[in-house]
């Protein structure tokens, strides 16, 4: 047990008088794993760890931080990537972790509804869907770890948001706690409410600066019970999205992913497991994995039969998963493709995007900047371009210094991001702002934009004590500074 430093003993004091005990984690070898994010590059030990059990014992904790006037920052699965969720300076933010508060309340088949506790894991949430035949959309590599408090709160995509959305368009209703303490029930599963302001909105995505969701209300849908899967080879970008277009019309809309990796990433993937095999007979450009899924009397496999031998013209190879374990691999090509980037210690990540028709252009004209001005640099580039998100990563080559590649790192995402301002697009689809990009954001939005903004910040934490400094600049600083 280590000795408390005097801020967090006075903390403690205040806070454990009002609280029982056992709501706290002080020891610093019991908070290092609150202190770190999924990729090792955010880390700051946080003030004190507090495990709410219920939504009354977070919201007299609220209470409690909000006379104390301290800082609270909450936090899920820890997967965000922009250094949101860990503490932003050590030793001077509480951190509030949902984990505890991980119950799946309600599954309904009939409102197509399932309201999930903000702590509970998204795998879990999706097989207790699974449980009613129903499916919850929200699918992405991090899934087993991520939590729908994080979901809500980052406004998680995924491969199946052509489909079936972002997280805010299944958020039915939402239960905040907010800086206060107070609690706004806004927990429905109505599917039409049109009284006044939506405010769930306004929680969805703000990355916990408005207020800490304790639970939602998330749209389900009938389990599919046809999946098809290909993989397929083409000569270029511009190739894919052509594809993708031809798909949208010709397979009924029962596209759920589509999924773009150029032929560096395969490469990275391929020598990150010696069980993984090139996926065609000879190598691409550009690769496109498609899935088709529907429920019913549909005939898919004819479907995406038909469709591929029809586009020959664009497409140059491919193959379709004839089992669902064949499905899993090529998958699983795409998901090693994530995790391998990283093997090799720090790599710029980007998760950027521009309108569907600009992606081809888009693509092309960052990698020959790229090229011209960083030859040095290993860009790998794939996405969910049916909704028009890509990541454009930057690998160091070998032996880089870390000074060297600090200023790579810099100069390289200035170049992504100068183009997707000239093609009209966002510098974030995915992870949202957090401390990361906040720089970049705010150098790029507009004054109005951000006088509102602030005006909701102040309207909703008056006191800017919570997860101050997060998407806008810290507006005073906080105890421990
Ligand atoms: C391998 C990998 C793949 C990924 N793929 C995708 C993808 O395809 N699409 C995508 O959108 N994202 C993706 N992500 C990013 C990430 O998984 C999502 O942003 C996810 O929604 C974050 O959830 P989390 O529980 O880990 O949140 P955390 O990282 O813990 O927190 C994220 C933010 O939400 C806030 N927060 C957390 N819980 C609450 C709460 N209860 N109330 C209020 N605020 C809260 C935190 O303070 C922080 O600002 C990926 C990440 C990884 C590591």
């Not at 001077?92 to 999930?116: C, H, P, Q, T, Y």
């Not at 060297?404 to 689809?429: C, N, Q, W, Y």
């Not at 602030?454 to 810290?474: Q, T």
Request: with cysteine; net charge negative; glycine share 8%.
């Amino acid at each position: 047990m280590n000795a408390h430093p005097p801020l967090q003993e006075r903390a403690l004091a205040a806070l454990s008088s009002a609280m029982p005990a056992d709501l706290f984690l002080t020891d610093t070898d019991a908070m290092e794993r609150y202190s770190r994010d999924w990729s090792g590059d955010h880390y700051a030990r946080p003030l004190i760890v507090a495990r709410p059990r219920s939504t009354a014992e977070l919201s007299s904790l609220m209470k409690c931080c909000h006379e104390q006037q301290i800082h609270v920052v909450p936090q899920g699965g820890l997967t965000g990537l922009v250094g949101a969720a860990v503490p932003s300076y050590p030793g001077g933010e509480l951190v509030v972790s949902l984990e505890r508060m991980n119950k799946v309340r309600s599954v309904n088949a009939i409102d197509f509804a399932i309201v999930v506790e903000a702590g509970c894991i998204l795998e879990d949430a999706k097989r207790q869907a699974e449980t009613a035949d129903c499916i919850l959309p929200i699918t992405f590599g991090a899934q087993g770890t991520c939590r729908i408090g994080g979901n809500v709160s980052t406004n998680a995509g995924g491969f199946n948001v052509l489909r079936y959305g972002m997280t805010r368009d299944l958020v039915l209703g939402l239960e905040v706690v907010l800086a206060d303490g107070r609690v706004w029930d806004g927990l429905r599963t109505l599917r039409k409410d049109n009284r006044g302001y939506d405010l769930k909105q306004l929680f969805i995505g703000s990355e916990g600066t408005l207020g800490i969701v304790t639970a939602a209300a998330l749209k389900i849908f009938p389990m599919p019970d046809k999946v098809e899967t290909a993989l397929v080879g083409l000569r270029s970008v511009e190739d894919a999205m052509q594809l993708y277009a031809r798909a949208r019309r010709e397979c009924s809309d029962l596209l759920s992913a589509f999924e773009l990796l150029l032929r560096g990433g395969i490469e990275i993937a391929l020598n990150a497991r010696d069980d993984l095999r090139d996926p065609l007979d000879q190598p691409y450009p550009v690769y496109v994995l498609i899935e088709t899924s529907a429920a019913g009397r549909v005939d898919l496999r004819a479907l995406l039969e038909g469709f591929l031998a029809d586009a020959s013209d664009l497409v140059l190879d491919g193959v379709i998963a004839s089992s669902k374990a064949q499905a899993d691999r090529l998958w699983l090509l795409r998901e090693m493709m994530v995790e391998a980037q990283g093997r090799g210690g720090r790599y710029l990540r980007t998760d950027v995007s521009v309108s569907i028709s600009s992606l081809a252009s888009f693509v092309t004209d960052t990698l020959e900047a790229l090229a011209e001005r960083h030859p040095e640099a290993i860009a790998v580039t794939y996405g969910h371009v049916g909704d028009g998100n890509i990541h454009m990563n930057i690998v160091p080559p070998e032996n880089m210094s870390a000074n060297r590649f600090d200023e790579l790192f810099h100069a390289t995402e200035e170049v992504i991001f100068d183009m997707i301002d000239k093609h009209g697009g966002s510098i974030s689809a995915e992870h949202g702002i957090g401390r990361v990009k906040q720089a970049a954001f705010l150098k790029r939005a507009d004054p109005l934009t951000l006088e509102l903004s602030r005006r909701i910040k102040d309207a909703f934490d008056p006191s800017h004590l919570l997860s101050e400094g997060r998407i806008l600049e810290r507006v005073e600083a906080g105890a421990g500074e």
